[in-house]
Nanobody, 123 residues
Framework: QVQLVESGGGSVQAGGSPRLSCAYS????????MNWFRQAPGKEREFVASISWLNDNTYYADSVKGRFTISRDNAKNTVGLQMNSLKLEDTAVYYC????????????????WGKGTVVTVSS
């Protein structure tokens, strides 16, 4: 059974640079594409970033491209999301998600989800 636990959320001022982390427990972490999604109040969950299991290729939503960086450490079974130049509209619950053996950005295509960590950006 795979479990994902996010950490690193909290209250941040606009322009800040927090880092989120997701700890994975289970087998074959290296065969999962790891993803970050977010859900703002009153909005649908949306894709933020992913890092491929195959070649560590990264993909980003246009809204975060150039500001966020996803990374993974297969030895430690963790995936991180470095968030820079935060904006008020980045306020959301951030979820870590794992997808076995393939890439994709659709919410319905994920195999496992964490419970989320809240990031609140204030001016």
């Amino acid at each position: 059974q795979v479990q994902l636990v996010e950490s690193g959320g909290g209250s941040v001022q606009a322009g800040g640079s927090p880092r989120l982390s997701c700890a994975y427990s289970g087998r074959t972490f290296s065969m999962y594409t790891m993803n970050w999604f977010r859900q703002a109040p009153g909005k649908e969950r949306e894709f933020v970033a992913s890092i491929s299991w195959l070649n560590d290729n990264t993909y980003y939503a246009d809204s975060v491209k150039g500001r966020f960086t996803i990374s993974r450490d297969n030895a430690k079974n963790t995936v991180g999301l470095q968030m820079n130049s935060l904006k008020l509209e980045d306020t959301a619950v951030y979820y870590c998600a794992a997808r076995f053996g393939s890439t994709g950005t659709d919410v319905g295509g994920m195999d496992y989800w964490g419970k989320g960590t809240v990031v609140t950006v204030s001016s």
